[in-house]
């Protein structure tokens, strides 16, 4: 018997304007996109007007298929155009170290970097096992481009005060085998900037290609300069960056998911594209993961920048500069909290120093204020912390936080910090990734409060509990945990 309520694929077909009423009311219960109170997953503008022109754009192109550019050439236009702006704004095109650089459209940051190690990797075929040198700090996708596309990852540790690694440690790391070495420009977590002309020019003394990961903050930095930021050179204007990413549905504020992926030159590129003869279908070419993609995100994008312009980036680069600030000193105003690192990008990242005071409940706190926080673990000597992704659309919200904040503080604290039962810290002591059988999870899951959503039952309202287990094992178990706690989540709607 199917679900009619919740079935996708009812008996009959179901009216329009009754389906997006579902829709509606499906996401009254997700976090605010926009109002400037979610610091993390979205990116807010707070121009009035841009969001329907981006959907406009997107349902012009919408069904163009990104497969075969010449059947599309529209595609391919747009495509070129966000790719010619973005390596403008990070030290490529005429006039530049980098005249000849080139590059693609992907569908987000993950994909940008998969990429560029496929192209570093596919580069070197002489090598049987290739490895990538990335500092701890760098994105976990690093990690799944190494775990997909069997390379060997290299972790270079942090230092805990600085949140950058020793270049020297980075020297110390490439191996013959090595074929790229990344860095972050900022590192997502706390957002800081590696030193990267430092790593660059150790990658380039040991013939390595440099990638640096500016999904984040790669549309940011450079209006941050602009407008007179201290921003530590990072882009092609770095002898050694052979290959730049950035994410457009970040702090360009294209709908998502667009993100580039810039080389150096073309030869840098080329082991990028796969392409494919042997069979006797169409000739595949792509220079993306993807084959067939929607034109809707190309062109929502496209739209977003024409419309913005740089003068409207740069507008948008100083509210967000002015919220940073405000923040930070919100943060600095309480008792027990402190900034892991002076923001110099746009994340305010803090942890606390009072053992009275528990951060996952603070975030919990914060949350029934209507303040939506991203609470990390604590990891490798890092403490754990809250992190705050900060946009333009927070600018106007400012003053209030730091009242919410002094008031979610002294809640968190009269509260008290979480605490396991004995039997569950001593589950957790023992735990291994091989013992967490689905029927354990499942009852861990169970005795946390986590149901599965609208078909399996509510997701919990408070988080705190879940986030004091997993900080309190190892990190490999943390792993398994996650992936069966969301996979516990994503079941079908029968």
């Given at each position: 018997?199917?679900?009619?309520e919740?079935?996708?694929?009812?008996?009959?077909g179901?009216?329009?304007?009754?389906?997006?009423?579902?829709?509606?009311?499906?996401?009254?219960?997700?976090r605010?996109?926009?109002?400037?109170?979610?610091?993390?997953?979205?990116?807010?503008?707070?121009?009035?007007?841009?969001?329907?022109?981006a959907?406009?754009?997107?349902?012009?192109?919408?069904?163009?298929?990104?497969?075969?550019?010449?059947?599309f050439?529209?595609?391919?236009?747009?495509?070129?155009?966000?790719?010619?702006?973005?390596?403008?704004?990070?030290?490529?095109?005429?006039?530049?170290?980098?005249?000849?650089?080139?590059?693609?459209?992907?569908?987000?940051?993950t994909?940008?970097?998969?990429l560029?190690?496929k192209?570093?990797?596919?580069?070197?075929?002489?090598?049987?096992?290739?490895?990538?040198?990335v500092?701890?700090?760098g994105?976990?996708?690093?990690a799944?481009?190494?775990?997909?596309?069997r390379?060997?990852?290299?972790?270079?540790?942090?230092?805990?005060?600085?949140?950058?690694?020793?270049?020297?440690?980075?020297?110390?790391?490439?191996?013959?085998?090595?074929?790229?070495?990344?860095?972050?420009?900022?590192?997502?977590?706390?957002g800081?900037?590696?030193?990267?002309a430092?790593?660059a020019?150790?990658?380039?003394?040991?013939?390595?290609?440099?990638?640096v990961?500016?999904c984040?903050?790669?549309?940011?930095l450079?209006?941050?300069?602009?407008?007179?930021?201290?921003?530590?050179?990072?882009?092609?204007a770095?002898?050694?960056?052979?290959?730049?990413?950035v994410?457009?549905?970040?702090?360009?504020?294209?709908?998502?998911?667009?993100?580039?992926?810039?080389h150096?030159d073309?030869?840098?590129?080329?082991p990028?594209?796969?392409?494919?003869?042997?069979?006797?279908?169409?000739?595949?070419?792509?220079p993306?993961?993807?084959s067939?993609?929607?034109?809707g995100?190309?062109?929502?994008?496209?739209?977003t920048?024409?419309?913005?312009g740089?003068?409207?980036?740069?507008?948008?680069?100083?509210?967000?500069?002015?919220?940073?600030?405000?923040?930070?000193?919100?943060?600095?105003?309480?008792d027990?909290?402190?900034?892991?690192a002076?923001?110099?990008?746009?994340?305010?990242?803090?942890?606390a120093d009072?053992?009275?005071?528990?951060?996952?409940?603070?975030?919990?706190?914060?949350?029934?204020?209507?303040?939506?926080?991203?609470?990390?673990?604590s990891?490798?000597?890092?403490?754990?912390?809250?992190?705050?992704?900060?946009?333009?659309a927070?600018?106007?919200?400012?003053?209030?936080?730091?009242?919410?904040?002094a008031?979610?503080?002294?809640?968190?604290?009269?509260?008290g910090?979480?605490?396991?039962?004995?039997e569950?810290?001593a589950?957790?002591?023992?735990?291994?990734p091989?013992?967490?059988?689905?029927?354990?999870?499942?009852?861990?899951?169970?005795?946390?409060g986590?149901?599965?959503?609208?078909a399996?039952?509510?997701?919990?309202?408070?988080?705190?509990?879940?986030?004091?287990?997993?900080?309190?094992?190892?990190?490999?178990?943390?792993e398994?945990?996650?992936?069966?706690?969301?996979?516990?989540?994503?079941?079908?709607?029968?």
């Amino acid at each position: 018997m199917i679900d009619e309520e919740w079935s996708a694929l009812p008996e009959r077909g179901v009216a329009a304007g009754r389906v997006l009423d579902e829709i509606r009311a499906l996401r009254a219960g997700d976090r605010p996109t926009h109002g400037g109170r979610l610091f993390a997953y979205v990116y807010d503008p707070g121009v009035g007007g841009l969001d329907e022109l981006a959907r406009a754009a997107y349902a012009e192109s919408a069904h163009v298929n990104g497969l075969d550019p010449t059947a599309f050439p529209s595609l391919l236009a747009m495509e070129n155009a966000l790719v010619g702006a973005a390596a403008r704004l990070l030290g490529g095109g005429p006039g530049t170290s980098a005249p000849e650089a080139v590059g693609s459209v992907t569908g987000g940051g993950t994909e940008s970097l998969i990429l560029a190690v496929k192209a570093a990797r596919d580069a070197r075929p002489e090598i049987a096992e290739p490895r990538l040198v990335v500092p701890a700090s760098g994105h976990a996708a690093f990690a799944k481009a190494a775990h997909y596309l069997r390379v060997a990852l290299d972790r270079v540790p942090v230092d805990p005060a600085t949140l950058r690694p020793a270049v020297a440690d980075v020297a110390a790391a490439i191996r013959p085998e090595t074929v790229l070495v990344a860095c972050s420009a900022p590192s997502y977590a706390h957002g800081v900037v590696d030193p990267v002309a430092e790593i660059a020019a150790v990658a380039a003394t040991a013939g390595v290609r440099c990638h640096v990961d500016a999904c984040f903050g790669g549309w940011a930095l450079p209006w941050l300069r602009r407008l007179g930021e201290p921003v530590p050179p990072f882009d092609f204007a770095v002898d050694g960056v052979t290959s730049i990413s950035v994410d457009l549905h970040k702090y360009a504020y294209a709908p998502k998911g667009v993100s580039v992926l810039l080389h150096r030159d073309p030869a840098l590129r080329a082991p990028q594209y796969f392409g494919y003869a042997d069979w006797p279908g169409y000739t595949m070419v792509n220079p993306v993961i993807a084959s067939t993609r929607s034109g809707g995100p190309i062109a929502g994008a496209y739209a977003t920048l024409r419309h913005l312009g740089a003068d409207g980036y740069l507008r948008l680069a100083e509210r967000t500069r002015d919220a940073v600030r405000g923040l930070a000193a919100a943060v600095r105003a309480v008792d027990g909290l402190r900034l892991l690192a002076e923001p110099e990008s746009t994340v305010v990242c803090f942890t606390a120093d009072d053992p009275d005071l528990d951060l996952f409940v603070l975030v919990d706190e914060l949350a029934e204020r209507g303040w939506h926080t991203q609470p990390q673990l604590s990891y490798a000597g890092l403490p754990a912390s809250v992190h705050l992704t900060v946009t333009a659309a927070v600018a106007p919200r400012v003053a209030e936080f730091g009242p919410d904040l002094a008031g979610a503080v002294a809640a968190a604290r009269t509260a008290g910090p979480v605490r396991l039962s004995a039997e569950l810290l001593a589950l957790a002591g023992a735990l291994t990734p091989e013992a967490l059988t689905p029927e354990l999870v499942a009852g861990l899951a169970a005795g946390l409060g986590l149901g599965g959503g609208p078909a399996g039952g509510p997701l919990p309202g408070r988080m705190a509990v879940v986030n004091t287990l997993l900080d309190a094992v190892p990190v490999a178990v943390r792993e398994r945990l996650l992936v069966e706690f969301v996979g516990l989540l994503q079941r079908p709607a029968w």
